[in-house]
């Protein structure tokens, strides 16, 4: 099966500019994470859609992150401004389910989006 | 939320030797999961293991974990140059995996 898609795989922007990543998840999957991973640090969940719906964006720094998955497939993360502190490589994931009090089913990740923000 | 930690940070060794990788964390979980990281690359799921099981095995990697202490490790037997890469661990909290720092490994031929 073909895995998680994302795009772009680079970018460098100058801070306070706009930036915008694409994932496509893999067909079937109705869960779909975003995550920021920091150099020498483990990715950190931004946020989590259930098909169409926000599970959880308790880390998503919502006054310059916005994320949507219209119609439950594939998803856009924004950020607007950037600053400094965003330079990051970008996961996008994706999974069958969540189970309600287990927690996740095995994510499979795209190549990510690396970010410098100059 | 907590990361789990891991260690050792970084690790070399020679193609042939095994290496072990240990993660400890500090909350009730109910599976944790190991994955890898090539350099520029998404992650890989490797293995997971359930917090009702002490062992697992899957080709070269043994998993194991224990709740009392509340760690788990790693082991990649008979390593090769192409498990260079970075390995974590990851257990769900709240619903949602939480990552630890990361083990680098470097594998020498």
């Given amino acids: ?118 | 939320s907590q990361q789990g930690e891991e260690d050792p940070q970084a690790l070399s060794i020679q193609e042939g030797e095994n290496a072990t990788m240990n993660c400890s964390y500090k909350t009730s979980i109910n599976n944790l999961q190991w994955y890898r990281q090539n350099s520029g690359r998404g992650l890989v799921h490797l293995i997971l293991i359930r917090s009702n099981e002490r062992e697992k095995h899957s080709g070269r990697l043994r998993v194991t974990l224990d709740t009392s202490k509340k760690s788990s490790s790693l082991l990649i037997t008979a390593s090769r140059a192409a498990d260079t890469a970075s390995y974590f661990c990851a257990f769900t909290q709240g619903g949602k995996l939480i990552f630890g720092q990361g083990t680098e490994l470097s594998v020498k031929p």
């Fill in chain 1, 1 to 118: 099966e073909a895995g998680v898609a994302q795009s772009p795989r680079y970018k460098i922007i100058e801070k306070r500019q706009s930036v915008a990543f694409w994932c496509n998840p893999i067909s079937g999957h109705a869960t779909l994470y975003w995550y920021q991973q920091i150099l020498g640090q483990g990715p950190k969940l931004l946020i989590q859609f259930q098909n169409n719906g926000v599970v959880d964006d308790s880390q998503l720094p919502k006054d310059r992150f916005s994320a949507e998955r219209l119609k439950g497939v594939d998803s856009t993360l924004k950020i607007q401004p950037a600053k400094l502190e965003d330079s990051a490589v970008y996961l996008c994931a994706s999974s069958w389910t969540t189970i309600a009090g287990v927690g996740p089913d095995t994510q499979y990740f795209g190549p990510g989006t690396r970010l410098t923000v100059l």
